[in-house]
């Protein structure tokens, strides 16, 4: 068995046990303690498992986010390099969701030149990056704002999200995991996230890569929704495959 096969099955086993010690993991694997323990470290590193005293059980889950002004100055050329990327995935005359979001914003800052678009966003800041683009047609959902981070939410944007048809939807999350999909640890922020991809032919996936692998208390989405992740090259090889196993194309930049 490949390290990268083994990986995936000691995560897969400690979801079932919740809990596993490198000795009976050593043992289902058939392996010394010694590679089990390599293994282990190296999955702990992407945040999938936690390591304890002999042993592992389920990484913590994401119960919060910095303030969007932190998050703003977070991993800027990671979230830059993604926004270039899924731009170029933006073809003439689609009609497109922008989803709120520090990496979705990049998106917009990539387009601003671009022609016989249209971009529905429930976020002001991207509203205000595409104000000058005359080839771009913006629309913005209304709803409750939140000064914090001049995001748009509540009922007057969920309902509108529930008229539209759109070609892609870009969609910022705090969390993805293979396994339980896209998962929020807001409760309000999760309606407007499902009709954004209810509303979209195809969804992508926008995040940088401290996000993947993560969990959070509310799901937004299964995995079989999503068609494309788009991430920054510090995702491991080990988290692509993740992903691409339950098919879906991980783009990295």
Do not use: C, W
Request: no cysteine.
């Amino acid at each position: 068995m490949l390290a990268a096969e083994r990986k995936l099955k000691i995560i897969d086993y400690v979801k079932k046990n919740n809990v596993a010690s490198v000795a009976q993991l050593s043992a289902e694997f058939n392996v010394h303690e010694a590679t089990i323990r390599r293994d282990l470290s190296e999955i702990e590193k992407e945040g999938l498992l936690r390591r304890t005293h002999g042993g592992v059980v389920l990484g913590e889950g994401i119960s919060s986010e910095p303030s969007f002004t932190v998050r703003a100055t977070e991993r800027v050329d990671e979230k830059q390099r993604i926004g270039e990327k899924a731009a170029e995935m933006i073809n003439e005359g689609e009609h497109i969701i922008l989803d709120s979001g520090t990496t979705t914003l990049q998106i917009a800052k990539n387009i601003v030149n671009r022609s016989n678009i249209t971009v529905v966003t429930n976020d002001v800041n991207i509203a205000a990056e595409l104000r000058d683009s005359k080839g771009i047609k913006v629309i913005v959902t209304g709803g409750i704002l939140y000064p914090e981070s001049f995001m748009l939410n509540g009922m007057f944007t969920n309902e509108v999200l529930k008229t539209l048809h759109v070609h892609k939807a870009f969609v910022g999350t705090p969390a993805i995991h293979p396994e339980f999909g896209l998962t929020h640890f807001e409760e309000q922020l999760v309606p407007a996230k499902m009709g954004m991809i209810q509303a979209a032919k195809e969804v992508i996936v926008v995040t940088d890569h401290t996000k993947i692998g993560g969990v959070s208390l509310h799901t937004v989405s299964p995995i079989n929704n999503i068609h494309k992740l788009v991430t920054g090259k510090e995702a491991s090889e080990l988290q692509i495959h993740q992903f691409e196993e339950k098919g879906i194309s991980v783009i990295t930049a």
